[in-house]
């Protein structure tokens, strides 16, 4: 099993960044899928979740009217198109699948938010 996060970098106030989780190893169109962030000398923080079709989203009022979460099942990718980037959204950025049976991870991708 492997989630592989892309996409994070540098990025001023007020820019987009577009986050990529690429998945293999388990049925991906199986899972619901969310990104979490943990910011330095915080506790991990839900961001979003997407259901196994894509028919449903959730948002962290943090990051909700900013932040977009989308899946392509045929690729087996899960997105986070990220608008209006504030300082405060500095953290590391993980996808996260989930059933009922197993819950996986990835290893992360740092988003700075910085002028």
């Known amino acids: 099993v492997q989630l592989v996060e892309s996409g994070g970098g540098m990025v001023q106030p007020g820019g987009s960044l577009r986050l990529s989780c690429a998945a293999s190893g388990f049925t991906f169109s199986m899972y619901d899928m969310s990104w979490v962030r943990q910011a330095p000398g915080k506790g991990p923080e839900w961001v979003s979740r997407?259901?196994?079709?894509?028919?449903?989203?959730y948002y962290a009022d943090s990051v909700k009217g900013r932040f977009t979460i989308s899946r392509d099942n045929a690729k087996n990718t899960l997105y986070l198109q990220m608008n209006s980037l504030k300082s405060e959204d500095t953290a590391v950025y993980y996808c996260?699948?989930?059933?009922?049976?197993?819950?996986?991870w990835g290893q992360g991708t740092q988003v700075t938010v910085s002028s």
């Open positions: 997407i259901n196994t079709g894509g028919s449903g989203s």
């Open positions: 996260r699948a989930r059933n009922y049976d197993y819950d996986y």
